[in-house]
């Protein structure tokens, strides 16, 4: 039988005369350059037409004997006469002939970095192949390096400048791994169709301002930059170093075809009938192994949709072009799954709206609601109408209204800060009725949820959850389920816990999460569906370092958030109204809790959420969910 991670951490480079060639996720070793006599690679074109229109060839092209380009330093022995410099000022650049990993030799960049100043290696193409120029679109760039522990740099990007001084970043925020070699992949085809690129004018040249004009940098790109940077928030710094021992470039790959004979949780889910998917992160995907583990493992997408205030910036007018082309490629993305995507609706408000009276802002909600769920009618599974709904004071004490986030906060008048202009009081429901209704006119064929957190287990919060979708559901509202975000986590005293207001919940390895599975009950009950919407468990980190006892405290913990995502699934295979199971993040390298030099910054000391760890290699969590699906426990 096929193995899961069997093929995992390699990207496949085809050439002509050089057959199949695979780069593993660390220490890659790419093959020299064709000769130009060497027929060039096919470069797919399906991923995003728009941009890649189909040239009429009158004569057969010259092949590019640098469509794919590798380099370990090997014959560096003069850092200016290969045009290879440091842009920041904060940093010095040496030959480094010790610390390898592919051979050759590495480039060390040491100094200083705070919030404020960064390391910025630069390489000239002209130094790097010997002319002026080179064409990077649809190309996945890959540099190894080495970042040493204890690194107060926490995160990299890579940065393409042209001849005009005109720069993007087409990776930014990479966490960086440190204490080891690691292999860093963008591909910019993804970056493009994404819309993820980011323009910097540092020459105050013609501004770079769209799509077109991205993609003609990356035909002529002329610098690479490898910017190393400090999360300023931490208000941490010093003397660092990297390594950069590998630098070179492929033809982007097509998004892989989906292998039935792997083992996978796409393969067992899909045979049970329930869809496992994740939340699509759009960091993740130009990096080539996200995409290809996620396109293997879900059969179920979640797009967080455009916000409101993106595509209505400045009224009650719709503009479908923000969500072009990055929403729509993700929305292709989510087909690739094998299912209609999970999307949200209202999960935040424009600053012109509160302006607006009650009255007129469900003229608008209406039509916003209307216009939204048309746009993607037939390429959505479930839409949660509205994405935490609920008051956030809900908490500890009993509670027996139905909790709405209403139009008597004070400023700031956010959606975030308990605001919303479509309740007048935190029993209003009106308007929240109406956007149902509107949804369930605009695509018949959707199921129309509610989505919130901390409302998972038997508490408060959950029960004013409860009691506003029996309201709607006594009302005749056309809603079909609820989604339980239900971001649980693992605290320092080895406790389960709601990361929202930490409650220790009932768990133990016989019974498992007993709250979950009455509150999944009791909206069975009431004839409605429910999804696990943005499952998570990080850990506490804090005290696993690498002494003995730290690992030993890191394992155990491993051990018991493989149990809680176990038993997560365990209750959704057995209770047939649960129609969905989704993780927030699955991989620990793209967390949104989001990794810094000193552990977590918005759950500080808390960390390994996912079921696949920072290297792309199963963790216990995976193995879990893995073995409930294919053999039910």
């Known amino acids: 039988m096929k193995t899961r991670f069997s093929r995992r951490d390699f990207l496949k480079l085809s050439l002509v005369g050089l057959g199949a060639a695979y780069l593993t996720a660390c220490g890659r070793v790419l093959p020299p350059a064709p000769t130009s006599s060497a027929t060039p690679p096919a470069i797919p074109t399906n991923i995003i037409p728009a941009f890649t229109p189909t040239p009429t060839l009158t004569q057969t092209p010259t092949p590019d004997p640098y469509q794919a380009w590798s380099t370990n330093f090997a014959n560096l022995t003069d850092l200016a006469g290969a045009e290879i410099n440091e842009w920041s000022g ?9 610390n390898i990993h592919s051979g050759g ?37 890959s540099i190894e390096m080495y970042v040493p522990s204890g690194s107060p740099l926490s995160y990299l990007s890579i940065e393409l400048d042209d001849s005009a001084n005109n720069a993007i970043i087409v990776r930014a925020n990479i966490h960086t791994q440190k204490g080891q070699w690691y292999t860093y992949e963008t591909d910019t085809q993804m970056d493009i169709a994404l819309g993820s690129w980011q323009y910097f004018d540092w020459m105050h040249s013609p501004a770079i301002s769209s799509t077109a004009d991205a993609i003609n940098l990356l035909n002529h790109v002329q610098i690479i930059k490898v910017n ?7 208000n941490k710094g010093g003397d660092t170093y990297f390594l950069i021992n590998r630098l070179g470039w492929v033809p982007s790959d097509a998004l892989p075809a989906y292998d039935p004979s792997v083992d996978s949780l796409r393969k067992y889910a899909q045979a049970r009938n329930l869809p496992v998917g994740s939340v699509i992160n759009t960091d993740g995907l130009s990096d080539p192994q996200y995409m290809r583990i996620f396109l293997e493992e879900f059969s179920l997408g979640s797009i967080y949709s455009i916000y409101w205030p993106t595509s209505e910036p400045a009224g ?17 993305v989510a087909g690739r799954l094998g299912s209609p995507a999970i999307r949200y609706a209202i999960q935040d408000i424009p600053g012109w709206l509160p302006a607006k009276s009650y009255t007129d802002a469900q003229t608008i909600l209406d039509n916003y609601i209307g216009t939204q769920v048309n746009y993607h009618k037939g390429k959505t599974k479930i839409w949660y109408v509205f994405n935490e709904l609920l008051w956030s004071g809900i908490g500890y004490a009993p509670y027996t209204g139905l909790g709405l986030k209403d139009r008597n906060q004070p400023p700031p008048q956010t959606w975030y800060n308990n605001y919303s202009p479509f309740s007048n009081s935190r029993s209003d429901v009106t308007q929240i009725e109406s956007a149902f209704r509107m949804a369930r006119a605009a695509d018949p064929d959707a199921l129309l949820f509610l989505n919130d957190y901390s409302v998972e287990i038997g508490a408060a919060r959950a029960d004013a959850y409860y009691n506003l979708v029996a309201k709607l559901v006594h009302d005749g509202t056309p809603i079909d389920g609820v989604g339980l975000e239900t971001h649980l986590s693992i605290n320092k005293d080895d406790q389960v816990i709601d990361q929202g207001f930490p409650m220790a919940m ?14 999944v009950e009791r909206f069975q009950a009431l004839n409605l569906k429910v999804a696990f919407s943005e499952v998570d468990v990080p850990i506490w980190t804090a005290d696993t370092d690498s002494t003995p006892a730290g690992q030993q405290r890191l394992a155990e913990r491993l051990q018991l958030q493989a149990e809680v ?4 699934m365990q209750i959704a295979l057995t209770h047939s109204n649960v129609v969905a199971f989704v993780f927030q993040d699955w991989a620990d390298q793209y967390s949104w809790i989001d990794y810094s030099s000193d552990g977590i910054k918005y759950y500080k000391g808390y960390g390994d959420l996912g079921i696949i760890d920072m290297d792309y290699q199963p963790k216990p969590g995976y193995t879990a969910v893995l073995n409930v699906l294919k053999n039910g426990q």
Do not use: C, W
């Open 506 to 519: 009932a768990f133990n390895s016989t019974d498992g999460l007993t709250g979950v599975a009455k509150n």
């Open 105 to 141: 030799k590495s480039i060390k960049d040491s100094g200083t970095v705070n919030d404020q100043h960064m390391l910025q290696p630069v390489f000239k193409i002209h130094g790097l192949i010997g002319r002026d120029t080179v064409d990077l679109a649809d190309k996945t760039l």
């Open 316 to 332: 009650d007018n719709f503009d479908a072009a923000v969500q072009v082309p990055a929403d729509v490629f993700l929305e292709n």
């Open 565 to 568: 995502y176990r038993s997560l």
């Open 90 to 98: 904060n940093g010095t650049l040496s030959i480094d002939t010790t």
């Open 228 to 234: 190393g940077q400090n999360d300023g928030s931490l």
